[in-house]
DNA sequence: ACATGCATGTGCCTGATATCACAACCAGTT
DNA sequence: AACTGGTTGTGATATCAGGCACATGCATGT
């Protein structure tokens, strides 16, 4: 079945079934339904069963899914049976919060440097024991400490400078919180969080919806 | 052609098309074509001229859209011609963060209320010159304010409380980031920022991409 | 005033994505 | 051992979104 285009929306919500089966295990519910799960997470029913039909068959017939088992296949489905090195630019409140947050962590994320270009930043040494590099760095840190997936958080204008360094390393994923469009080549990918756009959406949603 | 369905994912785009027309704005480009444009935004050019023609016609043939124009219209069109009032619930590292965080701002969102249901924060004074109110004002204290968008940053077990405190202002739109599904009515709107998600996305594609 | 070049606006087609509905199948009960 | 209730897995169907391609129409130059 991985011969197969998988959708990307299926892996977003892979991703958020694994967030709600994470709050049954620590309820200790054992087993659940495709409906009940699916309640949980807004969507249809059969949109659950489709989306783990790509990856083979996880649950029995007349029962649901166990939950346990279901939460470790989608991690392992997903890429999360190991620690992911993260490395961030832009360490202004956005690139600390991130840094300080605690989802990022629990979820097997982990922070192994961090960049600033800004003179009286570097140097400073961070609440869990890293210490600012200068941009100029970027590209020997990254590969010193095995950094996989980078993270931006400087202002729109310095964006893509930064991408095309972690393209050098190479870094061959980033998570973008600038609002602008990152040009990478083939292979590499991009994901954007825009909070402005949520909120455009939001106001939409109010002025006409 | 308002009567049209819109597509959420042409709402999203018109947003980034707005990013991308600022830019424009402040290099003093008068004229952009669908392609040019579409490549900026990393879109397909007839894309472009498909969202807005669900909402009328912008362009002038042989020449292109005038950004200025096209930028206003699609603010107009957003519903971003006015300001809009924000109010956030927790205070952590995150919610000081965008607080603080000029793109919201410059994009006529102004925070208005802040709350959290730590007793060594209420009542401190924030260099935006908010004070911090305790959870229980939440009704109150949006009411004042004119609140119409709340921001959710509590850990993930309160988010589902704080919206239903949103729900009963009445404030229609929840932006939030817990990595939780919220459940609201008919009516109401919410959109999820979900930071582990779009890393997930990242993971998987490093793993079997 | 006419011809030419160029970018928009849009009908149509194609492909992808979500939903429905049913057969396959398991567990517990009679 | 057969029956029943309940849930999965999946083929078929419907809905939606995206891309192509051409006619439309404006601007410029002759």
Known sequence: MKYLKIPAATITRLSIYSRALEGMVEDGTPVVSSKTLADLCGVNPAQIRKDLAYFGQFGVRGVGYFVKELLF????ILGLNKEWNLAIVGMGNLGCALLA???????????????????????RKLATGLVIHPIDELTKVCRDTGAEIGVICTPPDKAQD???RFLEVPVKALLN??????????????ENVDFTVKLDNLA?????G
């Open 73 to 76: 296949d989608i991690k392992k």
């Open 101 to 123: 947050h605690q989802n990022f962590s629990k979820q097997g994320y982990r922070f192994v440097a961090a960049f600033d270009n800004d003179m009286m930043k570097v140097g």
């Open 162 to 164: 930064i991408a095309s």
């Open 177 to 190: 919180f600038a609002p602008v469009q990152i040009q990478v080549p083939d292979g590499f990918k991009v």
């Open 204 to 208: 939409y949603h109010l002025t006409a």
